[in-house]
């Protein structure tokens, strides 16, 4: 059932796996239900697209070791490249993560920090993968993104718009809390091992570092990432 990133792409379908998850799900975007025998007890849809299946069947169709008796197929959502970036907006950049709980995890985190939208290339994980989509738990229905072939293009756009751009840069010349993120900003975040390449920091107004104790020489990018969006939010206050 839509098991690969091919699968996912070609189909543009996605499935989302769990009570939380499902409760939170955008059902503008629903196709199918399926619920297992047991599941079926304490529940009820307000749709005729539901399936109840035997439980060892409903098994073979999840992801997790311990399924929670409900899945939807849903459509993944699309927003437009036209008036993405909005003037004042606080935006992340994402060059090529690779880990999909780190992607699901900034995409939960940029949401609580207010952000406006993310934007990734195609190189990252897989936005729909089942792994990612719960690690986002809900965020994916609620915040928007676009997913990119020329994400330097999209820097160009964003900063067109008004839109500051700062790298994360271990060498950054600037400690992250100096920089000012009042108006639009925008922070590019860089694969986990390699970080942000030369041509994304060459778009960026600023390099800016987190400064780090001891032995450590890097954080998590979903870390680096709460970092920033969290000061941002801390400076901006109810913009």
């Given amino acids: 059932m839509i098991s690969s990133a091919k699968a996912r792409r070609e189909s543009g379908l996605f499935v989302a796996e769990g009570r939380r998850i499902c409760s939170e799900a955008d059902l503008k975007l629903l196709k199918e239900v399926f619920i297992s025998e047991e599941f079926q007890a304490d529940a009820s849809f307000e749709t005729d697209r539901v399936f109840c299946v035997k439980e060892e069947v409903f098994s073979s169709m999840t992801d997790t070791k311990t399924p929670q008796g409900i899945l939807m197929v849903l459509t993944q ?3 437009p490249k036209e008036g993405f970036f909005r003037k004042g907006g606080l935006y992340l950049f994402l060059e090529t993560l690779q880990d999909p ?13 207010g952000a406006a939208g993310i934007v990734m290339n195609r190189e990252c994980a897989d936005l729909f993968s089942p792994k990612t989509i719960r690690s986002t738990m809900g965020s994916i229905f609620r915040l928007p993104f676009l997913v990119t072939e020329d994400l330097l293009a999209a820097m160009r756009e964003a900063k067109a718009a008004g ?5 994360g840069d271990l060498s950054g010349t600037k400690e992250y ?22 041509e994304a920091k060459k778009e960026a107004e600023n390099r800016i570092r987190i400064p780090l ?8 990018a979903g ?4 970092v920033l969006l969290f000061e ?4 901006r206050g109810n913009v």
Avoid at 163 to 167: E, G, H, K, Q, V
Avoid at 177 to 198: K, P, Q, R, V
């Fill in 101 to 113: 709980g780190n992607l699901g995890t900034i995409f939960r985190t940029a949401e609580a920090a």
């Fill in 177 to 198: 809390t100096e920089a000012d993120y009042s108006g639009g900003t925008g922070f590019l975040i860089g694969n986990e091992g390699n970080g942000l390449s030369e």
């Fill in 232 to 235: 941002a939010k801390r400076q």
């Fill in 77 to 79: 959502p699309v927003y």
């Fill in 163 to 167: 839109i500051r751009l700062f790298a």
């Fill in 213 to 220: 104790e001891g032995r450590v020489d890097s954080l998590n």
């Fill in 223 to 226: 870390i680096a990432a709460a």
